[in-house]
């Protein structure tokens, strides 16, 4: 059974850092791309960082620069690390795995998913 767990969200004030990770379990994770989604309240999902299998990585434009996605194989493990955050970035962040797939950042390339956590940034 695939399991996907994140963890590390929370509140933070504009400008402040946050570290979410990804732990998971039930299968091979270096044969996996994985990539992290979220989805703000009465809006659609949408990609935010990926990282394929060979280490490519894939940004939404409006992170680029201020995100960082890393994965450690050795522990099955995905992070994002969240920089200069803002207001816009609130939402409900979910990790997601795909066999091996690239690092495309849109949710039909995933066919595992984690329950999410929740991050909120106050002006």
């Known amino acids: 059974q695939v399991q996907l767990v994140e963890s590390g969200g929370g509140s933070v004030q504009a400008g402040g850092s946050l570290r979410l990770s990804c732990a998971a379990s039930?299968?091979?994770?270096?044969?996996?791309?994985v990539a992290w989604f979220r989805q703000p309240p009465g809006k659609e999902r949408e990609g935010v960082a990926a990282?394929?299998?060979?280490?490519?990585?894939s940004y939404l434009d409006s992170v680029a620069g201020r995100f960082a996605v890393s994965r450690d194989n050795a522990k099955s493990t995905l992070y994002l690390q969240m920089n200069s955050l803002k207001p816009e970035d609130s939402a409900m962040y979910y990790c997601?795995?795909?066999?091996?797939?690239?690092?495309?950042?849109?949710?039909?390339?995933?066919?595992?998913w984690g329950q999410g956590t929740q991050v909120t940034v106050s002006s």
């Open positions: 990282v394929s299998t060979d280490g490519l990585t």
């Open positions: 997601a795995a795909g066999f091996l797939g690239g690092n495309r950042l849109t949710p039909g390339a995933y066919a595992y």
């Open positions: 039930g299968l091979t994770f270096i044969k996996h791309s």
